[in-house]
């Protein structure tokens, strides 16, 4: 197995996705800066990634569309950074195994979540990851995460690799891998614990110490 890409919510970071208070936060801060006061229909629907009813309201206001969608993400990337800090979301306690991946083969991390705080938890949690790839702060870089593979195809680019194994805890994340051309390994975490394994996958993993197992097993061999 010459490379291991990781998936990050639900596998570096405790629970499947951010918390949607972060969003909620983020949108405030984006329309207050932008000087909108919407009422409080339009202003559930900013909360939302709804991209065409954003796009809409953002018409409605004079507001450019892609500078709002920047600053929510940049806003909500600076929420789940404090929330990390702070403790208020963990991280799993078997990513140390992670780091003994790193240190025997190439090794990503790919997510849905932002670029900016793909790069910040990769950083935080000391992980040394050949590449990093999260979403771009755009409406085209939302539409286009996981499952489409866009970003796992981007991140193998980088690499200058077309094969190895994309680690997820959902099954999307499994179609993305799949669709990229690599073998998927499922996750199993507490929000997933009574979930159906994807039948694509090719592993399925009690924790990430198992993807050590995966790569030294003879037929993963490089």
Request: glycine share 8%; proline share 6%; net charge negative.
């Amino acid at each position: 197995m010459t490379t291991v890409l990781f998936d990050m919510d639900g596998v570096i970071l405790e629970g499947p996705r951010t918390d949607p208070q972060v969003y909620a936060d983020a949108t405030d801060a984006a329309l207050a800066e932008l000087g909108a006061d919407p009422t409080p229909a339009q202003r559930r629907d900013f909360r939302t990634h709804e991209c065409d009813a954003i796009r809409a309201h953002c018409e409605a206001f004079g507001i450019d569309p892609g500078r709002y969608w920047e600053l929510k993400e940049s806003y909500a990337s600076s929420g789940t950074h404090d929330r990390l800090r702070s403790g208020e979301r963990g991280v799993y306690d078997d990513i140390d195994a992670i780091h003994e991946v790193t240190e025997r083969t190439t090794t990503g991390l790919v997510t849905n979540n932002r670029h900016e705080t793909a790069a910040f938890v990769a950083e935080y949690v000391g992980i040394d990851f050949d590449v990093v790839r999260g979403r771009d702060p755009t409406f085209e870089g939302y539409e286009r995460r996981k499952p489409d593979p866009y970003y796992i195809e981007d991140a193998l680019t980088d690499l200058g690799v077309a094969d190895g194994l994309y680690v997820g805890d959902s099954p999307k994340d499994v179609t993305a891998g799949h669709a990229a051309g690599l073998e998927t390994a499922f996750l199993r975490r507490p929000h997933n614990r009574e979930r159906e394994c994807p039948p694509n996958a090719t592993y399925e993993l009690e924790s990430l110490t198992g993807v050590l197992s995966v790569i030294d097993a003879p037929e993963s061999a490089p």
